[in-house]
């Protein structure tokens, strides 16, 4: 999971960590899930071809219906579906714990992302301009919800 994660930070505007991560730094963030925050991982062929976490959206408790997606797939995996089943895994739980939004943060230019959450139901709602700073650019940052209760299983 970490190489998964360290290729995109290296390599694409999926996250605007500036750094590799350390698998101590991956660690800490591992313990934050688990229960109400899941962290799904797909593994193909024995490989993990890819993640998806279900995070907090704001430390304010009247946020807590409301959690924010994340899915990472290993470069040699991409375009397998991997992504679209994580995500429907975690839509599944988000509803069994009584979720009642998902939201997501794709960068500008991410089209795959884009696709795959237009394709799950969610819909986009704004757009942060010039928010983050990558390679050298100024990125920005395209919001999608889904509002769980109102939505079927894509």
């Known amino acids: 999971m970490t190489a998964i994660y360290n290729d995109a930070v290296e390599h694409t505007t999926s996250t605007f960590d500036l750094e590799a991560r350390t698998l101590a730094d991956r660690r800490a963030w591992f313990d934050e899930h688990g ?3 899941p962290l799904i ?4 062929d024995g490989h993990v071809a890819g993640y998806c976490s279900l995070s907090r959206f704001r430390p304010k408790h009247g946020y807590d219906a409301t959690l924010e ?6 470069e040699a995996d991409r375009g397998r579906g991997v992504a679209t089943a994580l995500m429907q895994e975690a839509l599944g739980r988000a509803r069994a714990i009584g979720c009642h939004a998902v939201v ?8 795959a992302s884009v696709r795959l959450h237009r394709h799950l139901g969610f819909r986009p709602v704004g757009v942060l301009r010039e928010v983050g700073r990558k390679f050298g650019r100024w990125q920005d940052v395209h919001l ?3 509002l769980l209760d109102r939505q079927e299983d894509p």
């Not at 997606?69 to 290993?74: G, K, L, P, T």
């Open 41 to 44: 991982v797909a593994e193909v």
């Open 69 to 74: 997606s994340s899915v990472y797939v290993a």
């Open 35 to 37: 229960g109400r925050f």
């Open 104 to 111: 997501a943060a794709v960068a500008g230019g991410n089209e």
């Open 144 to 146: 999608y919800e889904l």
